[in-house]
């Protein structure tokens, strides 16, 4: 198919200083959880990117001194020499297919707590350094002769970079991780020297750093800039006013202005707080205070919001992270006229846990994420069937829906049979929760493409028993009927039923979605600690019920901190009025009120309550599984060579957890066995001589 002339402005070249990109797609710096511990797999991930059709790609953070790093987190690094093989790996892979390699230079300053290397912290002023950890080390404020440091250091680091090859030289200065941004903010630089004070003082540190930049690998390589938007921390952060008045006084400075918005947090936030384009009122005029092209963010997955950004003279580039994980292929579809074909981001950031962690990466909507190299998987590209010939999908949930798809396309005759009436399982049912309406996308793309397979058939209120199954005769079943939250309590403060009057109704996740709703004072018990216990919360202060919130964590939703909006969901829920009680367990469950307990002392308390929701723990949907293998010695005659469970029906979990099942299922289906061999690629230190 041609490509949509609306779109052609999206595929314009565009100068960066002394380079060229190929179009205005431009994958900002993104994290992986990869870093310096897997480097090839992080090379091939950008690899794939290339080939995507993306005119710039950006490495993530690269620690460019060792006396500035962030341990526990793993980013990349360019301590010295050492490093260069594997950046070039990466910067090799990027410009593959034509695209513009860029590496991020980040030097952590208040933000680097120096965990590995134990060098003791610098930054424009003392101050105790600003983590996710809240490690207790403090920063000292560097004098002059640390500045000129710094500024060498960063010329060997201009230089390693070219000699690793890439084409473009990020100086960070955003997300309030940037020594660059460090300076410039009245919250973090209280300096009375030549380096503090005005907004032209606070700006020389920025300015010496590009002008040795430009010296140094200004022939050949393009330099860019990312700053924050607004600090969104009062009246002593640096303000969206203030980077206006900044870039005004230093146009011409950058070769590219990158702008990003806030903290992280703010930056990056999920679809259930952040709208596409969310950061477009910030950025909107900044363009005719320079005439340095400006590269945006703001989640697009929509090329006319795309095309609307540069016509509207807001963006130059338009900047992708999440998206561009999403799929990769972003811009190539975009190219072919395959909009439709298009794995939009859904907002989950599900990939940001990945560096939070400090684990691999995963993507909710493209499994391969991350296991381009380790697995060999590649998101548009998937090895021909094997030997068998038919398999029988049973439950359409995100695992049903995935495993169908990639195994419709590997070319086996499948059936997808789904109980209900609808696609998408426990998607269907989340995607109408308060904030979650993206997360249906997970569903729509799969359910588009399914319909283009004419090796796929769907069939609907086909709730399956074991000996349907085996009168059909499909020589493989993949059981992926999800699972159901319990309704006795069992998670971890509880890992045996909890104590219950049966006079109390008690109501679980699954009521709730299927609307059977309580009335009057509801006390929810939230020990499942992801999104779902606030979501529920929010929904049923809604609907005029009074709402305490109970948790054993000292935060709400505890594990989304690891997602960006711990903080964001509890200032909705205080916002819609719900009480939050945290560090409590709820002891026991009485006719008309709840025994909580203190989760460290044991003290018990009472709240009254005239309904308690639980959100706890689920447990796998798997009765069919268990009654096939009880029949297994009838599978030969039957035609049946393997039987399996996948996604939320084996162990419940996130639904990246289950897309990945699907997708993994699909894959290995008539693959060798491994044996005891380790299913994926991992690279080992090499020992050093001593």
Same mark, same amino acid.
């Given at each position: 198919?041609?490509?949509?002339?609306?779109?052609?402005?999206?595929?314009?070249?565009?100068?960066?200083?002394?380079?060229?990109?190929?179009?205005?797609?431009?994958?900002?710096?993104?994290?992986?959880?990869?870093?310096?511990?897997?480097?090839?797999?992080?090379?091939?991930?950008?690899?794939?990117?290339?080939?995507?059709?993306?005119?710039?790609?950006?490495?993530?953070?690269?620690?460019?001194?060792?006396?500035?790093?962030?341990?526990?987190?793993?980013?990349?690094?360019?301590?010295?020499?050492?490093?260069?093989?594997?950046?070039?790996?990466? %910067? @090799? !892979?990027?410009?593959?297919? #034509?695209?513009?390699? &860029? *590496?991020? /230079?980040?030097? +952590?300053?208040?933000?680097?707590?120096?965990?590995?290397?134990?060098?003791?912290?610098?930054?424009?002023?003392?101050?105790?350094?600003?983590?996710?950890?809240?490690?207790?080390?403090?920063?000292?404020?560097?004098?002059?002769?640390?500045?000129?440091?710094?500024?060498?250091?960063?010329?060997?680091?201009?230089?390693?970079?070219?000699?690793?090859?890439?084409?473009?030289?990020?100086?960070?200065?955003?997300?309030?991780?940037?020594?660059?941004?460090?300076?410039?903010?009245?919250?973090?630089?209280?300096?009375?020297?030549?380096?503090?004070?005005?907004?032209?003082?606070?700006?020389?540190?920025?300015?010496?750093?590009? %002008? @040795? !930049?430009?010296?140094?690998? #200004?022939?050949?390589? &393009? *330099?860019? /800039?990312?700053? +924050?938007?607004?600090?969104?921390?009062?009246?002593?952060?640096?303000?969206?006013?203030?980077?206006?008045?900044?870039?005004?006084?230093?146009?011409?400075?950058?070769?590219?202005?990158?702008?990003?918005?806030?903290?992280?947090?703010?930056?990056?936030?999920?679809?259930?707080?952040?709208?596409?384009?969310?950061?477009?009122?910030?950025?909107?005029?900044?363009?005719?205070?320079?005439?340095?092209?400006?590269?945006?963010?703001?989640?697009?997955?929509?090329?006319?919001?795309?095309?609307?950004?540069?016509?509207?003279?807001?963006?130059?580039?338009?900047?992708?992270?999440?998206?561009?994980?999403?799929?990769?292929?972003?811009?190539?579809?975009?190219?072919?006229?395959?909009?439709?074909?298009?794995?939009?981001?859904?907002?989950?950031?599900?990939?940001?846990?990945?560096?939070?962690?400090?684990?691999?990466?995963?993507?909710?909507?493209?499994?391969?994420?991350?296991?381009?190299?380790?697995?060999?998987?590649?998101?548009?590209?998937?090895?021909?069937?094997?030997?068998?010939?038919?398999?029988?999908?049973?439950?359409?949930?995100?695992?049903?829906?995935?495993?169908?798809?990639?195994?419709?396309?590997?070319?086996?005759?499948?059936?997808?049979?789904?109980?209900?009436?609808?696609?998408?399982?426990?998607?269907?049912?989340?995607?109408?929760?308060?904030?979650?309406?993206?997360?249906?996308?997970?569903?729509?793309?799969?359910?588009?493409?399914?319909?283009?397979?004419?090796?796929?058939?769907?069939?609907?209120?086909?709730?399956?028993?074991?000996?349907?199954?085996?009168?059909?005769?499909?020589?493989?079943?993949?059981?992926?009927?999800?699972?159901?939250?319990?309704?006795?309590?069992?998670?971890?403060?509880?890992?045996?039923?909890?104590?219950?009057?049966?006079?109390?109704?008690?109501?679980?996740?699954?009521?709730?979605?299927?609307?059977?709703?309580?009335?009057?004072?509801?006390?929810?018990?939230?020990?499942?600690?992801?999104?779902?216990?606030?979501?529920?919360?929010?929904?049923?202060?809604?609907?005029?019920?009074?709402?305490?919130?109970?948790?054993?964590?000292?935060?709400?939703?505890?594990?989304?901190?690891?997602?960006?909006?711990?903080?964001?969901?509890?200032?909705?829920?205080?916002?819609?009025?719900?009480?939050?009680?945290?560090?409590?367990?709820?002891?026991?469950?009485?006719?008309?009120?709840?025994?909580?307990?203190?989760?460290?002392?044991?003290?018990?308390?009472?709240?009254?309550?005239?309904?308690?929701?639980?959100?706890?723990?689920?447990?796998?949907?798997?009765?069919?599984?268990?009654?096939?293998?009880?029949?297994?010695?009838?599978?030969?005659?039957?035609?049946?060579?393997?039987?399996?469970?996948?996604?939320?029906?084996?162990?419940?979990?996130?639904?990246?957890?289950?897309?990945?099942?699907?997708?993994?299922?699909?894959?290995?289906?008539?693959?060798?066995?491994?044996?005891?061999?380790?299913?994926?690629?991992?690279?080992?230190?090499?020992?050093?001589?001593?």
């Amino acid at each position: 198919m041609a490509r949509d002339p609306r779109y052609d402005i999206l595929f314009e070249p565009l100068k960066i200083g002394p380079v060229t990109a190929k179009n205005r797609f431009y994958q900002v710096p993104h994290c992986n959880g990869g870093g310096y511990r897997d480097p090839s797999a992080a090379a091939a991930m950008r690899g794939v990117k290339s080939e995507g059709g993306w005119g710039v790609i950006f490495t993530e953070q690269c620690e460019m001194h060792h006396t500035s790093e962030i341990t526990p987190f793993i980013e990349l690094r360019l301590w010295d020499d050492a490093d260069i093989p594997a950046l070039a790996k990466m %910067a @090799e !892979a990027m410009k593959r297919n #034509g695209a513009l390699a &860029g *590496i991020q /230079l980040a030097y +952590s300053g208040v933000n680097g707590p120096n965990l590995y290397t134990r060098e003791v912290p610098r930054a424009p002023t003392a101050l105790p350094i600003r983590t996710f950890t809240n490690d207790p080390v403090q920063a000292r404020a560097m004098d002059k002769q640390d500045i000129r440091d710094l500024r060498r250091w960063h010329r060997n680091a201009y230089r390693r970079a070219k000699q690793a090859g890439f084409d473009l030289v990020c100086l960070y200065g955003a997300h309030g991780f940037g020594i660059i941004q460090h300076f410039l903010s009245t919250a973090t630089n209280q300096r009375n020297d030549e380096y503090g004070g005005s907004l032209e003082n606070r700006a020389r540190l920025m300015r010496e750093l590009v %002008a @040795e !930049a430009r010296d140094e690998i #200004g022939d050949t390589c &393009g *330099i860019t /800039l990312r700053l +924050s938007l607004d600090e969104m921390i009062g009246d002593l952060g640096f303000a969206n006013a203030e980077l206006r008045d900044m870039i005004e006084m230093h146009a011409d400075l950058p070769d590219l202005w990158d702008l990003a918005h806030g903290a992280w947090e703010d930056c990056s936030g999920p679809s259930r707080f952040k709208e596409e384009g969310a950061q477009e009122r910030l950025v909107a005029g900044i363009k005719q205070l320079t005439p340095k092209p400006v590269v945006g963010v703001g989640r697009f997955t929509s090329p006319d919001v795309m095309v609307r950004q540069i016509k509207s003279g807001v963006l130059d580039f338009i900047g992708c992270a999440r998206p561009s994980i999403a799929d990769p292929y972003l811009p190539k579809k975009v190219e072919e006229g395959r909009i439709d074909d298009i794995r939009e981001c859904i907002g989950c950031n599900m990939c940001i846990t990945g560096d939070m962690t400090m684990s691999i990466s995963r993507c909710t909507q493209n499994p391969t994420f991350m296991e381009e190299w380790r697995k060999g998987w590649h998101p548009e590209e998937i090895a021909v069937k094997g030997a068998s010939e038919s398999v029988l999908v049973v439950g359409a949930g995100p695992a049903g829906l995935e495993a169908a798809l990639a195994l419709g396309r590997r070319g086996y005759r499948v059936a997808l049979a789904e109980a209900g009436t609808e696609l998408g399982g426990r998607v269907a049912r989340e995607c109408k929760l308060p904030g979650l309406s993206a997360w249906g996308r997970v569903r729509d793309y799969r359910a588009y493409q399914l319909g283009k397979l004419a090796n796929v058939e769907i069939y609907f209120d086909s709730r399956l028993s074991a000996e349907d199954i085996l009168g059909f005769g499909f020589e493989h079943v993949a059981i992926a009927t999800g699972a159901d939250w319990r309704r006795d309590g069992v998670a971890r403060a509880h890992v045996v039923p909890m104590p219950m009057d049966a006079a109390m109704p008690v109501f679980t996740p699954d009521d709730l979605m299927d609307g059977r709703l309580p009335s009057g004072r509801v006390v929810l018990f939230d020990d499942d600690h992801y999104y779902m216990g606030g979501v529920l919360a929010e929904l049923l202060a809604a609907t005029g019920c009074q709402v305490t919130l109970v948790t054993t964590s000292a935060f709400v939703s505890d594990w989304t901190r690891n997602t960006l909006e711990q903080g964001a969901i509890h200032r909705r829920l205080a916002a819609a009025g719900i009480e939050i009680v945290l560090n409590r367990s709820v002891a026991r469950i009485a006719g008309d009120h709840v025994v909580t307990a203190c989760a460290y002392t044991g003290a018990v308390g009472a709240l009254p309550a005239d309904a308690v929701a639980l959100v706890t723990s689920r447990i796998g949907r798997d009765g069919i599984w268990r009654d096939l293998l009880a029949c297994q010695p009838e599978w030969a005659d039957a035609g049946i060579k393997s039987v399996k469970r996948i996604g939320d029906a084996e162990a419940p979990g996130p639904i990246a957890w289950a897309t990945y099942a699907g997708h993994r299922y699909a894959r290995e289906l008539d693959a060798p066995d491994l044996g005891d061999a380790m299913p994926f690629r991992r690279e080992v230190a090499a020992l050093a001589v001593d």
